[in-house]
């Protein structure tokens, strides 16, 4: 019996949705229904051309939707064939990417189908889907054709936490050694960064310190040594990215889920410090005695005393405070290290006072107490959590605001957060000075 495809993360509903109007679009056109899952590709591509009235068009939206249909059929079949899932991947023109749990193999159907109908050729899907049969195969087989035993299956929170920018941290760039790292050769960097992993202190494992040679300095080998690495953005964002953070970074925060900046951190800002709290209707009431976090209640129910942005980033910077780190980013299509005008903010962060926020969290939730007729509950580990970090990044935050140069809001993975503190430690090493003693 085959395995069930893990349901962590359902398909998304703007994929199920376009499949479905696809679905329903065919079996109009046609006078009856096209299977999605099991016709040929050929055959579907012919339906498809009736539908498009003339050849692909990228940029007209009723065409992407059609191919985002499309994709929902060639992710279902991958789902049926190896047991593919969706998983969230903020990098993806979905805001999901296919993981497989036999190999690390991440799949863009939309990426893949929208390639195929710019050339014209929807057959290409099958020539993927051949790849990665064949991809899966040898990692399902051995070397000598036995299969492969005892292998952990990767699940759709693995991928979730290699390759989703789900963390958000705000950094400062020293604008000298930005510049000079963007206008640096790759092997020159790759030296120095070397050379960095062996007097990092204290000392990092050996693991932690091949697991940076491999990734960081051989990329960096692997570049055009005759070219800046600014002028190679396109081909390494990632790679120029993170040096620009390694090498520059003279400040900034710890590292957070996104929806924890977006949902507590930055609304607190907003809220201030109110001396009196609104009525609360019975749904909030009923949240809190269902154990709903007073802190989560707080920034829902109080308003805000200063006006944030309708809409924009984090719901506390407008579009227009967004900018790039290097003009040269503008070749990039998702960027995880943009520049931010902290201006909006800066005064708020002035005015902001750790304790005295502490302290109107803890009257909100006797408050709470008091009007749903209970004892306030003793403050468990994770309320107390919460706020302990929300305050201590936006304390970070303050100080960072404080710092000379650029603000930079840098997206990273799960586990690029979790290295954060090793990250630290090679970026201390690279930004020291080399002293030699001679006796």
């Not at 994709?71 to 497989?100: I, K």
């Not at 099958?126 to 990692?139: D, K, M, P, Y």
């Amino acid at each position: 019996m085959a395995e069930p495809v893990p349901q962590d993360f359902p398909v998304p509903q703007h994929v199920y949705q376009a499949q479905a109007q696809l679905a329903a679009a065919f079996e109009k056109v046609e006078g009856k229904p096209v299977d999605l899952l099991k016709a040929p590709w050929a055959e579907v591509e012919k339906s498809l051309i009736k539908l498009l009235g003339g050849p692909f068009q990228v940029n007209r939206p009723e065409h992407q939707t059609l191919a985002l249909g499309i994709a929902g059929a060639f992710a279902a079949r991958m789902a049926a064939e190896h047991r593919a899932f969706w998983f969230p991947n903020r990098d993806s023109p979905e805001g999901a990417t296919l993981g497989f749990p036999d190999a690390i193999i991440m799949l863009s159907p939309f990426g893949a189908v929208m390639d195929a109908l710019s050339q014209g050729k929807l057959v290409k899907l099958e020539e993927l889907s051949t790849q990665i049969r064949n991809q899966l195969g040898q990692v399902r087989f051995g070397a000598n054709g036995s299969m492969a035993g005892g292998q952990p299956k990767i699940g759709p929170m693995d991928y979730q936490r290699l390759f989703d920018p789900g963390f958000l941290q705000f950094v400062v760039l020293d604008p000298a050694k930005a510049k000079s790292t963007f206008e640096a050769k790759p092997d020159a960097l790759a030296r120095d960064v070397k050379d960095a992993l062996g007097r990092t202190q204290p000392p990092l494992p050996k693991e932690a310190r091949d697991q940076f040679e491999g990734q960081i300095v051989v990329a960096l080998q692997r570049m055009d040594p005759s070219k800046p690495l600014v002028d190679q953005v396109e081909r390494a964002p990632r790679l120029v990215e993170l040096m620009a953070h390694m090498v520059a970074t003279v400040g900034g925060t710890g590292c957070a889920p996104e929806e924890f900046w977006a949902q507590i951190v930055l609304p607190l800002l907003f809220i201030g410090v109110p001396q009196q709290f609104p009525p609360l209707d019975e749904e909030e009431l009923e949240a809190y005695a269902q154990g709903a976090e007073p802190l989560a209640l707080f920034v829902d129910v109080v308003p805000h005393a200063h006006k944030a942005p309708e809409e924009g980033l984090l719901g506390a910077f407008e579009m227009t405070d967004i900018g790039l780190p290097h003009p040269s980013f503008s070749k990039v299509g998702a960027l995880r290290l943009i520049q931010i005008n902290p201006g909006h903010i800066k005064a708020l962060l002035e005015q902001f006072d750790p304790e005295k926020t502490t302290d109107v969290v803890k009257r909100f939730t006797q408050y709470l107490a008091e009007k749903s007729g209970k004892t306030p509950p003793q403050e468990g580990p994770q309320s107390q959590e919460m706020i302990q970090a929300a305050m201590m990044l936006l304390t970070d935050l303050k100080k960072a605001v404080a710092t000379q140069g650029p603000l930079c809001l840098r997206r990273l993975t799960e586990a690029e957060a979790a290295s954060e503190q090793a990250m630290a430690l090679v970026r201390r090493a690279l930004q020291g000075g080399r002293i030699i003693l001679t006796s």
